[in-house]
């Protein structure tokens, strides 16, 4: 704990608050910042940054959860194809619980579909193995952070020939979503806070041609409270010196270049394809597809006519969409805290722990 105490420390978070305050008061105009993961949203929330921070440091949500920015269709996806005959659906993290248009995969459990959560996709080599006669199904989702572990599934399940294995892919790309917020005309986005996990993989060059296109400052940030503030003060700093560059706060993670053998692993597995995001629309290349050679494992080709039966119509009232481009905050949302709480969710955001509103239920966010 000793290691990371120094990355909460009282006395380090008041001077660095305390520089803030002071820089901000420079500032022209209020500098919008964009937390693009959504754990560092939740570090915002619990520290109670979006409140104690000076008003000229406006902090906007971003569109890097993984389960949040799922559009409805492709959690039909994973319903239909887990209610299939003889079928074990595998997924990660909080897909369990996000609502589609037949109810969420937890839903379909309830209903006699056996669907289990996995800790990692190699978890599927043992399910597989265990049930020689059942379709195992991995439903892959995240950005470059997971995006090599279902690369090594899949080299796994060639070398050992497995017949009973399928993956449904889902892993999106960081920069694309990025590219369309910022050239949108209605982007109010002056500064990037970046992602931690992704970086550590694709190595903080990943974020250089969009500092060069829009010529905004963006920096790398770890995810404790010190590195939110660190990240917040380098920002502001290039904002004072009219500069716009990539700066790297979480060096001890993160290099320029990544993890070039998971680089590879991405790489040899697959090609970058259009997808949609919730609230974003299509984005051109913002996402994986398996590589023709590896067609023969991919649920989705397999799948394809069941699959042309999901609905993918979104809860007109839910503001998920908006609050994933930065355009809305979670409090803006009529259903927020009523009719929408973890345990019932309307929308995605709410369910994931990386999600905005979740964010703001579980840390009672109240307008400062
Ligand atoms: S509070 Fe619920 S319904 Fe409203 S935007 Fe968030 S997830 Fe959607």
Redesign the pocket.
């Known amino acids: 704990m000793e290691w990371i105490d120094k990355y909460r420390d009282k006395a380090r978070l008041i001077a660095l608050l305390e520089a803030i305050s002071a820089g901000a008061k420079k500032l022209r105009a209020p500098l919008h910042i964009m937390e693009v993961c959504g754990g560092h949203t939740h570090t915002i929330m619990r520290s109670g940054f979006a409140q104690i921070l000076p008003k000229e440091i406006v902090l906007v949500h971003g569109p890097g959860c993984p389960v949040c920015i799922m559009p409805r269709a492709r959690i039909d996806h994973a319903s239909l194809l887990a209610q299939q005959d003889d079928v074990i659906l595998l997924t990660l993290g909080d897909m369990i619980r996000v609502p589609g248009s037949f109810g969420s995969l937890g839903d379909a459990r309830a209903r006699g579909a056996d669907v289990r959560f996995v800790y990692s996709p190699l978890e599927a080599l043992r399910v597989a193995k265990e049930n020689p006669h059942k379709l195992v199904i991995f439903f892959a989702i995240g950005f470059e952070t997971t995006t090599p572990m279902s690369a090594a599934l899949l080299a796994q399940i060639h070398a050992l020939k497995l017949h009973n294995v399928l993956l449904h892919i889902n892993h999106v790309s960081v920069p694309e979503p990025l590219f369309a917020l910022l050239e949108s005309p209605q982007s109010r986005i002056d500064a990037l806070l970046a992602p931690s996990h992704v970086s550590v993989i694709m190595g903080s060059r990943l974020y250089e041609p969009l500092c060069e296109r829009f010529h905004i400052p963006i920096v790398v940030a770890g995810f404790e409270p010190v590195d939110i503030l660190e990240s917040i003060l380098l920002l502001l700093a290039q904002k004072l010196e009219n500069t716009a560059r990539v700066d790297n706060q979480y060096a001890r993670c993160v290099s320029k270049s990544g993890n070039l053998k998971a680089q590879e692993m991405i790489q040899n597995a697959f090609v970058k394809r259009d997808f949609e995001w919730r609230g974003l629309g299509i984005i051109p290349r913002s996402a994986y597809a398996l590589r023709e050679e590896y067609r023969a494992f991919d649920a989705e080709a397999r799948f394809a006519s069941l699959l042309a039966q999901s609905v993918g119509k979104d809860?007109k009232?839910?503001?998920?969409g908006a609050?994933l481009r930065g355009a809305k905050k979670?409090t803006d949302?009529p259903?927020?805290g009523k009719h929408?709480v973890p345990t019932n969710?309307?929308?995605?955001?709410?369910v994931s722990d990386e999600g905005a509103?979740a964010a703001y239920y579980k840390y009672g966010f109240v307008e400062a």
């Open positions: 809860n009232a839910c503001l998920c609050i979670p949302c259903l927020f929408c969710p309307v929308g995605s955001c709410m509103c």
